[in-house]
T-cell receptor, first 117, second 108 residues
């Protein structure tokens, strides 16, 4: 089991460029999320998905797009990169059936460090 | 909207010196309380899930406890390898609200 994998590990973009951060998990988890981590602010939720074909916005969705065509993959697209999107991005996945209400932990990938100049 | 506050921001302990980290939150109700460990340059590593007030979980030198409005992570006789940032989060499954973490340093 590789768990949650993310590519690339590092990326430098110029303002206005677009790119896709890749995330994949091999644990057959239904639930996947994207967070960004900035100094002094903790991890903040960008977008999440409760299953293939279903996505929703988190706390800081502006400038980002997601789709979920398979259970395994959950890519994050930056539409037009801005310096404010310089951050470390983490993808996470978790299990648990809809409606149970019981909390289930998320498992995180190693992160992508993005710099926008 | 839940708010999660961790204290202290940073903590330096001598090896073997026990202490506790605090995590407080604003919204009661049926949500999980999660503790993670994060090493520099790595993703958060899951430690514990707590769900009900009074619940306790242990793993090696770590013990997590939960009340109605806060959680504690107790570290007993820590070793240098316990140095890391410890993150607390509240939520359910795909939507977690994180605190800013406590940076723990254990001095040999």
């Amino acid at each position: 089991n590789a768990g949650v994998t993310q590519t690339p590990k590092f990326q430098v973009l110029k303002t206005g460029q677009s790119m896709t951060l890749q995330c994949a998990q091999d644990m057959n988890h239904e639930y996947m999320s994207w967070y960004r981590q900035d100094p002094g602010m903790g991890l903040r939720l960008i977008h999440y998905s409760v299953g293939a074909g279903i996505t929703d916005q988190g706390e800081v969705p502006n400038g980002y797009n997601v789709s979920r065509s398979t259970t395994e993959d959950f890519p994050l697209r930056l539409l037009s990169a801005a310096p404010s999107q310089t951050s470390v991005y983490f993808c996470a996945s978790s299990y648990g059936a809809p409606g149970q209400g019981r909390a289930y932990e998320q498992y995180f990938g190693p992160g992508t460090r993005l710099t926008v100049t | 909207e839940d708010q999660v506050t961790q204290s202290p921001e940073a903590l330096r302990l001598q090896e073997g010196e026990s202490s506790s980290l605090n995590c407080s939150y604003t919204v009661s109700g049926l949500r999980g309380l999660f503790w993670y460990r994060q090493d520099p340059g790595k993703g958060p590593e899951f430690l514990f899930t707590l769900y009900s007030a009074g619940e306790e979980k242990e793993k090696e030198r770590l013990k997590a406890t939960l009340t109605k409005k806060e959680s504690f992570l107790h570290i007993t006789a820590p070793k240098p390898e316990d140095s890391a940032t410890y993150l607390c989060a509240r939520g359910i499954r795909e939507k977690l609200t994180f605190g800013t973490g406590t940076r723990l340093t254990i001095i040999p």
